[in-house]
C-alpha cells in the first residue's frame, strides 16, 4: 500500500560516509530495519474464481479474485485508454493495487486436490471490470502476472471464469499493509548546499542490481536531486512494486515501478546532501 512514509533525519561526519553507505549495503534483512510499518486485518467479499493450470506440471490452479474497499483502486482508466494499452509495447506500466494471498490447498469439483489463490482487488474496480469483459479480462491477467512473479509460477493464459462460483474453498482473512516506512540516512557536509525554487520535474535515476550477476539480491535506485539541500524536504513511498518521491516544495516528482518485487519492509534510504543524491536500497524478495 502506498502511504506517506516517515523520514529519519540524522547528521553524521564526513569520515562516517563510506563506512555507513558500505554498511547499509551488507546489512541482512532483518538488520535493515527496525519498525514494521503499520498493517491491518480484512476479510474480502468473494467476487469470481477463474480456472486454469500450472505449465510445469499441468495441475489445476484456482484464482479467486475477491474485493474489497481496504485495496486502493488503481487510476482511472477508460476503455479506450485500456485498449491502447493492451497494444502498447509495454502494457506492464499500468498496475494494479492488489494484495496476493498464499496458496492453499482444496478439493475440486472432482474430489481431486488443487491449489488455489486469493487475490483481492479494490472493490469499485471489481464491479467495473464485471460490466465490461475487457476489464475482466486484464483484471484476470494482471492477477496471474502478479501469483507468477510473488511466487515463481508459470500459469497458462488459457484460464475460465467458473460460472456458478465466485469463490474456491472459504474467505480468509489478509494482512494488508497500511502504511510503509523507508528510512532516509542523511549525510550531512559542513556546509548545506541551498535548494533553489525550480518547476515540477523528473529526476535523472539509475537502477543497479546487486550483484549484477546470478540470482538478485538488492535493487539500488540512485536519484540526482540537484538543488535540495536536505533530506527533510523529502517524501518517498516504497511498495514492493514501485517507488514513488517527492520533493518539496514542488522540485522533483518520481513515480516508478520495480522490475522485481522487493521487500518494502526492509528498504532503506539514504540521502547524501554533498552530491545530493538518494540511494534506495530494496532487498530483492522475487526476480
Not at 158 to 185: A, D, M, Y
Not at 271 to 282: E, R
Request: with cysteine; aromatic share 6%.
Amino acid at each position: 500500500m502506498m502511504t506517506d512514509s516517515s523520514l529519519l533525519n540524522s547528521e553524521l561526519d564526513l569520515q562516517q560516509q563510506e563506512e555507513l553507505y558500505q554498511q547499509l549495503l551488507l546489512q541482512t534483512l532483518g538488520q535493515i530495519n527496525s519498525e514494521s510499518p503499520d498493517s491491518k486485518v480484512i476479510r474480502p467479499e468473494p467476487g469470481m474464481c477463474v480456472k486454469t493450470f500450472s505449465e510445469s506440471n499441468k495441475e489445476k490452479v484456482f484464482i479467486n479474485v475477491c474485493q474489497s474497499n481496504s485495496v486502493p483502486p488503481p487510476p482511472e482508466l477508460s476503455r479506450e485508454k485500456l485498449v491502447e494499452l493492451l497494444q502498447s509495447d509495454d502494457p506492464s506500466g499500468f498496475r494494479v493495487p492488489m494484495s496476493l494471498g498464499e496458496p492453499h490447498t482444496e478439493i475440486d469439483n472432482s474430489s481431486q486436490g488443487c491449489t488455489a489463490y486469493d487475490v483481492v482487488i479494490n472493490q469499485d474496480f471489481f464491479q467495473k471490470c464485471q460490466k465490461d469483459p475487457l476489464f475482466q479480462q486484464f483484471v484476470i491477467l494482471v492477477s496471474v502476472e502478479g501469483l507468477e512473479n510473488k511466487y515463481n509460477l508459470e500459469l497458462s493464459r488459457e484460464w475460465k471464469v467458473l460460472k456458478n462460483r465466485k469463490f474456491l474453498g472459504s474467505v480468509s482473512e489478509q494482512n494488508i499493509r497500511t502504511k510503509s516506512r523507508p528510512v532516509i540516512e542523511e549525510l550531512q557536509p559542513p556546509e548545506k548546499s541551498p535548494a533553489t525554487t525550480k518547476s515540477l520535474r523528473r529526476p535523472e535515476f539509475t537502477m543497479i542490481v546487486e550483484p549484477p550477476a546470478g540470482e538478485p539480491e538488492y535493487l539500488i535506485t540512485e536519484i540526482k536531486l540537484p538543488g535540495v539541500g536536505s533530506s527533510r524536504s523529502l517524501v518517498l513511498d516504497v511498495g514492493e512494486d514501485r517507488l514513488v518521491l517527492t520533493a518539496r516544495p514542488s522540485l522533483f516528482h518520481l513515480d516508478i515501478f520495480h522490475p522485481f518485487l522487493v521487500d518494502q519492509e526492509n528498504s532503506v534510504a539514504q540521502y547524501n546532501s554533498s552530491t545530493q543524491i538518494l540511494t534506495v536500497t530494496m532487498p530483492v524478495v522475487s526476480s
